[in-house]
Protein backbone atom coordinates (compact mmCIF):
# COMPACT_ATOMS: atom_id res chain seq x y z
CA UNK A 1 0.00 0.00 0.00
CA UNK A 2 1.30 3.41 -0.67
CA UNK A 3 1.37 5.94 1.71
CA UNK A 4 0.05 8.86 0.59
CA UNK A 5 0.84 11.04 3.27
CA UNK A 6 4.26 10.35 3.17
CA UNK A 7 4.47 10.90 -0.49
CA UNK A 8 3.07 14.56 -0.13
CA UNK A 9 4.76 15.25 2.84
CA UNK A 10 8.36 14.41 1.08
CA UNK A 11 6.90 16.35 -1.75
CA UNK A 12 6.05 19.25 0.48
CA UNK A 13 9.86 19.37 1.92
CA UNK A 14 11.00 19.28 -1.87
CA UNK A 15 9.28 22.37 -2.40
CA UNK A 16 10.10 24.08 0.86
CA UNK A 17 13.48 23.34 0.56
CA UNK A 18 15.33 27.07 0.48
CA UNK A 19 16.06 27.79 -3.38
CA UNK A 20 19.07 29.50 -2.47
CA UNK A 21 20.77 26.01 -1.60
CA UNK A 22 19.63 24.84 -5.31
CA UNK A 23 19.85 27.51 -6.81
CA UNK A 24 22.94 28.67 -9.65
CA UNK A 25 24.92 31.38 -9.22
CA UNK A 26 22.81 33.55 -12.20
CA UNK A 27 19.64 33.75 -12.93
CA UNK A 28 18.44 35.51 -16.22
CA UNK A 29 15.06 36.06 -17.25
CA UNK A 30 14.20 37.28 -20.89
CA UNK A 31 10.79 39.35 -20.81
CA UNK A 32 8.86 40.64 -24.00
CA UNK A 33 4.76 41.38 -24.33
CA UNK A 34 3.22 37.72 -24.76
CA UNK A 35 6.59 35.34 -24.08
CA UNK A 36 6.07 33.79 -27.36
CA UNK A 37 8.13 35.39 -29.88
CA UNK A 38 11.02 37.09 -28.85
CA UNK A 39 11.85 36.42 -25.05
CA UNK A 40 11.31 32.27 -25.72
CA UNK A 41 13.30 32.78 -28.16
CA UNK A 42 16.22 34.85 -26.38
CA UNK A 43 15.51 31.91 -23.46
CA UNK A 44 16.43 29.14 -26.29
CA UNK A 45 19.66 30.84 -27.72
CA UNK A 46 21.06 31.37 -24.34
CA UNK A 47 20.74 28.75 -23.35
CA UNK A 48 22.74 26.69 -25.98
CA UNK A 49 24.94 29.26 -25.95
CA UNK A 50 25.95 28.74 -21.87
CA UNK A 51 25.37 24.82 -22.44
CA UNK A 52 28.37 25.31 -25.29
CA UNK A 53 29.96 27.27 -22.93
CA UNK A 54 29.81 24.50 -19.86
CA UNK A 55 28.26 26.70 -17.81
CA UNK A 56 24.77 24.34 -17.74
CA UNK A 57 25.09 24.44 -14.00
CA UNK A 58 26.03 28.05 -13.17
CA UNK A 59 23.20 29.45 -14.63
CA UNK A 60 19.20 29.79 -14.48
CA UNK A 61 17.45 30.92 -17.55
CA UNK A 62 13.35 31.45 -17.79
CA UNK A 63 11.34 33.83 -20.17
CA UNK A 64 8.38 36.07 -19.03
CA UNK A 65 6.17 37.90 -21.01
CA UNK A 66 4.52 41.98 -20.10
CA UNK A 67 0.96 40.83 -20.30
CA UNK A 68 -1.35 37.50 -20.02
CA UNK A 69 -2.30 37.36 -23.24
CA UNK A 70 -0.54 34.36 -24.44
CA UNK A 71 -0.15 32.42 -20.63
CA UNK A 72 -0.09 28.54 -21.20
CA UNK A 73 0.58 28.93 -24.55
CA UNK A 74 3.73 27.19 -26.65
CA UNK A 75 5.76 29.97 -28.63
CA UNK A 76 4.84 31.12 -32.02
CA UNK A 77 5.20 28.32 -34.25
CA UNK A 78 6.93 30.96 -36.97
CA UNK A 79 9.78 31.40 -33.89
CA UNK A 80 10.32 28.19 -33.52
CA UNK A 81 10.53 26.80 -36.70
CA UNK A 82 12.88 29.95 -37.67
CA UNK A 83 14.98 29.13 -34.39
CA UNK A 84 14.91 24.85 -35.38
CA UNK A 85 16.34 25.89 -38.70
CA UNK A 86 19.34 27.59 -36.63
CA UNK A 87 19.60 24.34 -34.26
CA UNK A 88 17.41 26.20 -31.13
CA UNK A 89 14.90 24.54 -29.02
CA UNK A 90 12.27 26.26 -28.59
CA UNK A 91 10.15 23.14 -27.33
CA UNK A 92 8.44 23.09 -23.61
CA UNK A 93 8.45 26.41 -23.35
CA UNK A 94 5.03 27.68 -22.37
CA UNK A 95 4.18 31.32 -22.02
CA UNK A 96 3.89 33.00 -18.74
CA UNK A 97 3.45 36.35 -17.64
CA UNK A 98 6.15 38.31 -15.30
CA UNK A 99 5.73 37.97 -11.60
CA UNK A 100 6.56 40.03 -8.51
CA UNK A 101 8.38 37.25 -7.80
CA UNK A 102 10.82 37.51 -10.69
CA UNK A 103 12.45 40.54 -8.90
CA UNK A 104 13.64 38.60 -6.18
CA UNK A 105 14.69 35.08 -8.33
CA UNK A 106 16.40 37.11 -10.91
CA UNK A 107 20.01 38.69 -11.44
CA UNK A 108 18.91 40.46 -14.56
CA UNK A 109 15.39 40.96 -15.86
CA UNK A 110 16.21 41.13 -19.38
CA UNK A 111 13.84 43.41 -22.13
CA UNK A 112 13.27 43.52 -25.69
CA UNK A 113 12.55 46.54 -26.24
CA UNK A 114 12.44 49.63 -24.69
CA UNK A 115 8.10 49.31 -23.74
CA UNK A 116 9.39 46.15 -21.68
CA UNK A 117 12.25 48.20 -20.08
CA UNK A 118 10.04 50.16 -19.08
CA UNK A 119 7.08 48.28 -17.78
CA UNK A 120 9.68 46.45 -15.73
CA UNK A 121 10.90 49.42 -14.25
CA UNK A 122 7.29 50.27 -13.25
CA UNK A 123 7.00 46.84 -11.86
CA UNK A 124 10.22 46.42 -9.88
CA UNK A 125 9.54 46.92 -5.71
CA UNK A 126 12.99 49.05 -5.35
CA UNK A 127 15.74 50.45 -6.88
CA UNK A 128 17.71 47.39 -6.19
CA UNK A 129 15.27 45.51 -8.56
CA UNK A 130 15.00 48.67 -10.99
CA UNK A 131 19.15 48.07 -12.10
CA UNK A 132 18.91 44.78 -12.48
CA UNK A 133 16.65 45.69 -16.01
CA UNK A 134 18.80 45.90 -18.62
CA UNK A 135 17.89 45.42 -22.28
CA UNK A 136 19.55 43.05 -24.08
CA UNK A 137 20.78 45.16 -26.83
CA UNK A 138 22.73 46.52 -23.90
CA UNK A 139 24.77 43.42 -24.63
CA UNK A 140 25.16 43.48 -29.10
CA UNK A 141 28.76 43.09 -29.46
CA UNK A 142 27.67 44.91 -33.12
CA UNK A 143 28.35 48.52 -33.19
CA UNK A 144 25.31 50.71 -34.07
CA UNK A 145 23.30 48.09 -33.23
CA UNK A 146 18.86 49.30 -32.78
CA UNK A 147 17.98 49.15 -29.36
CA UNK A 148 14.73 47.11 -29.87
CA UNK A 149 14.55 43.57 -30.81
CA UNK A 150 11.96 44.74 -32.90
CA UNK A 151 8.30 42.06 -32.53
CA UNK A 152 8.48 39.92 -35.53
CA UNK A 153 4.77 38.61 -34.78
CA UNK A 154 2.81 40.42 -37.26
CA UNK A 155 5.16 40.44 -39.85
CA UNK A 156 6.58 38.18 -42.33
CA UNK A 157 9.28 34.80 -41.69
CA UNK A 158 12.59 37.32 -42.13
CA UNK A 159 11.38 39.53 -39.28
CA UNK A 160 12.14 36.10 -37.26
CA UNK A 161 15.30 35.69 -38.90
CA UNK A 162 16.27 39.03 -37.95
CA UNK A 163 15.39 38.67 -34.37
CA UNK A 164 17.21 35.81 -34.28
CA UNK A 165 20.51 37.37 -35.62
CA UNK A 166 19.96 40.68 -32.99
CA UNK A 167 20.00 37.67 -30.52
CA UNK A 168 22.30 36.00 -31.44
CA UNK A 169 24.89 38.58 -31.16
CA UNK A 170 23.33 39.74 -28.00
CA UNK A 171 23.78 36.63 -26.26
CA UNK A 172 27.19 36.17 -26.71
CA UNK A 173 27.79 39.38 -25.89
CA UNK A 174 26.02 38.56 -22.30
CA UNK A 175 27.20 35.26 -22.19
CA UNK A 176 30.41 37.34 -21.74
CA UNK A 177 29.29 39.44 -19.35
CA UNK A 178 28.05 36.57 -17.13
CA UNK A 179 31.38 34.62 -17.53
CA UNK A 180 32.62 38.13 -16.20
CA UNK A 181 31.09 37.65 -12.82
CA UNK A 182 33.70 36.83 -10.13
CA UNK A 183 30.87 34.19 -8.86
CA UNK A 184 30.50 32.21 -12.05
CA UNK A 185 33.23 29.03 -11.93
Given at each position: ????K???????????????????????????????C?????E????????????????????????????????D???????????????G?L?????????????????M?????????????????????????????????????????????????????????????????????????
Open positions: MINLHEVTQIDHDLLECPEERAPMVAIVFVCTGNIRSPTAAVFRHKVHAAGLDGAVRIDSAGTTAFHVGEPPPRAADAAQRRGYSLDQARRVHPDDFDRFDLLVADRGHHKALLRMAPDDDARARVVMMSDFSRRPNALADVPDPYYGGGDGFERVLDMLEDAAEGLLDHVRARPDVA
